[in-house]
């Protein structure tokens, strides 16, 4: 009797996750993700606090901040766009009457006219991902925004990012923004540019961060931040607030008197700081402290994404699978596909071991280029079904010739969990498997075990760590995301090199005694390995410094 139903139960479970995920992806496609009520009430007080007649939202969804604005007293008028008209129909629902929503035109803002201008305005646009977007849509747009900024944005900027600069193109003299925005618009190849150019023609009031706790959207991966700007002259120094606890009132005592730091209480951390160190930081992340800087991984090591097979149901298998279909394991490579499967800070055969006992597969099918005749019947009969199903035309399996070669790569002595919220991100691997893309191969330049497991404990210092955000893409929940090129720039802080013993890259210069200017690089092979400065080299304090910038070492006190 358990077992059927125990099966009703999962089959449950399953359901409830199926429906979860097809209902975010439904919304996702159609960026449909209502701000917090806490929220649009302390945008919507920032943004009418010069009494404005009217109240802008290009994107207005169910009426959130037109709600949010009448709480709070607003009398004037609303204006704005919403694409569906099933979604503002719901505006009923907060109270809002047609008569108030005659000015919200059903439609597409970003194909609307510029004119007219507004005094205020508030969003929280769509955030639709690049992919998602139509190829000749996101021509148009990308063409417009290089006419009004100067230059190319990043070609995977999101919707949102086209919503900002038509919102900022429409405030009138004086006017306020106050706009939702998921991180990747500070984190992204464009961010910095993009914000210099802003910054130099709008004034940054203040920028909203928030922690896991206060996150506007809990549950979704996306790290959002509000940033409150307007058509006025640029100022240098920027209100930064982090949000503790969703408290409307503390945020807005915080944004009045940014300098008191404690002015909103335990709810609200404030501090002003420089636009320029802002924008090269990025503005969704802390400032960075002095002694967090270093050395950066590619001085110890290469880093390199993980096997992607194009198809994992029929390339990664497990023990039985391989028997099933008659296969020979002298094919296959042992293998780590999922970051869940690898939770401890060592890999071990032991794991692979329990894991294979668990059901999960371990084994790649990982063939080379010899022709199909000369493989074994078994083997030929599973590509051949393979070839039937479509597999071969798919579009990564499609470039490869033949199309089951497999991607090749040594087993790296350590693996970094690409994305995740785990403490420990590299991973000693004991095991010596290849992993697939949900890692990246981290390759020690200095192959001798004992360096390689003092260069992994000086990567899981809390101190390394905590650097993964100054190179990586914030998500929602703390989960950081970081490809090989920004994970090459991640520094191992000068302090924690020293404590875990690690030896200084051979091809970096003794310190030149008695000046706080750059090294360079003693060997005539160039500059640091992803270093952007060909002068890149570590300063008597042990810290990174760059020729163009004076010093890494904090000032005295
Ligand atoms: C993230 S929701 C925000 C809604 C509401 N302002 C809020 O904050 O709760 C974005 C809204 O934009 C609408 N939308 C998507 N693309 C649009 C476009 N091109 N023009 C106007 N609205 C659009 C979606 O239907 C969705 O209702």
Redesign the pocket.
């Known amino acids: 009797m358990l077992a059927p139903c125990l099966r009703e139960k999962s089959r449950a479970a399953y359901l409830t996750v199926f429906m979860k995920w097809t209902t975010e992806e439904t919304l996702r496609a159609?960026?449909?993700?209502?701000?917090p009520a806490w929220l649009?009430r302390t945008m919507a007080a920032w943004v009418l606090s010069e009494r404005p007649p009217v109240l802008f939202?290009?994107?207005?969804?169910?009426g959130?901040?037109f709600a949010a604005a009448r709480s709070l007293g607003f009398q004037g008028s609303f204006a704005g766009?919403?694409?569906?008209g099933a979604?503002l129909a719901r505006a009923s629902e907060s109270g809002l009457g047609p008569g108030e929503l005659q000015r919200i035109t059903i439609?597409?803002?970003?194909?609307s006219p510029l004119r007219p201008t507004y005094p205020a305005i508030i969003?929280?646009?769509?955030?639709?991902r690049h992919h998602r977007l139509d190829e000749r849509r996101k021509r148009l747009l990308q063409a417009r925004a290089a006419q009004w900024l100067g230059f190319n944005l990043d070609g995977r900027v999101g919707?949102h990012v086209y919503f900002l600069l038509k919102c900022l193109q429409s405030l009138s003299p004086a006017g306020r923004l106050a706009i939702?925005l998921p991180a990747d618009v500070c984190e992204g190849v464009s961010s910095a540019r993009l914000w210099r150019r802003l910054s130099g023609r709008f004034r940054c009031d203040a920028v909203i961060t928030f922690s896991e706790e206060a996150a506007p959207f809990p549950g979704l991966d996306t790290n959002a931040l509000v940033f409150l700007l307007s058509n006025r002259p640029p100022h240098p120094r920027i209100p930064w607030l982090r949000v503790l606890r969703p408290e409307a009132d503390a945020i807005s005592s915080a944004l009045a008197d940014p300098r008191a730091g404690a002015a909103g209480g335990l709810a609200v951390q404030a501090c002003e700081r420089e636009l320029e160190e802002l924008v090269s930081t990025g503005l969704s992340r802390p400032a960075r402290a002095h002694n967090a800087r270093g050395v950066p991984l590619s001085a110890f090591a290469k880093v390199v994404r993980g096997i992607a097979t194009g198809a994992n149901e029929f390339f990664f298998l497990t023990s039985s699978q391989i028997r099933q279909h008659g296969l020979e394991k002298r094919f296959f490579r042992r293998a780590i596909g999922r970051t869940r499967d690898c939770p401890a800070a060592v890999l071990r055969a032991r794991d692979l071991a329990a894991l294979e006992s668990a059901g999960r597969p371990t084994w790649l099918l990982s063939l080379d280029g010899a022709p199909e005749r000369l493989l074994p019947a078994a083997l030929r009969a599973y590509l051949i079904k393979a070839e039937q199903a479509g597999l071969a035309a798919r579009p990564l399996i499609a470039t490869r010739r033949p199309w089951y070669r497999m991607e090749q790569r040594a087993a790296p002595a350590l693996l970094f969990a690409y994305l995740g919220r785990r403490d420990c991100r590299f991973v000693l691997n004991e095991a010596g498997v290849v992993p697939l893309t949900g890692f990246l191969c981290v390759y020690p330049r200095d192959q001798d075990p004992q360096h390689v497991r003092r260069l992994w404990r000086a990567l899981n210092h809390p101190a390394t760590l905590a650097n993964l955000l100054y190179v990586g893409k914030s998500y929602g929940g703390g989960a950081i995301k970081a490809e090989p090129r920004q994970l090459d720039a991640l520094e191992l802080p000068a302090q924690v090199i020293k404590e875990c013993g690690l030896a200084r890259p051979p091809f970096l210069a003794e310190p030149t005694p008695g000046t706080g200017t750059s090294l360079h690089p003693a060997s005539p092979r160039g500059p640091l390995p992803g270093a952007k400065s060909a002068s890149l080299g570590i300063g008597p304090d042990g810290c990174l410094c760059r020729g163009d910038l004076p010093r890494t070492r904090p000032p005295p006190a």
């Open positions: 159609k960026g449909q993700f209502w701000t649009a939202d290009p994107a207005a969804g169910p959130t901040f766009f919403e694409l569906d979604v439609g597409d803002f970003l194909g969003s929280n646009p769509p955030y639709i919707l939702l």
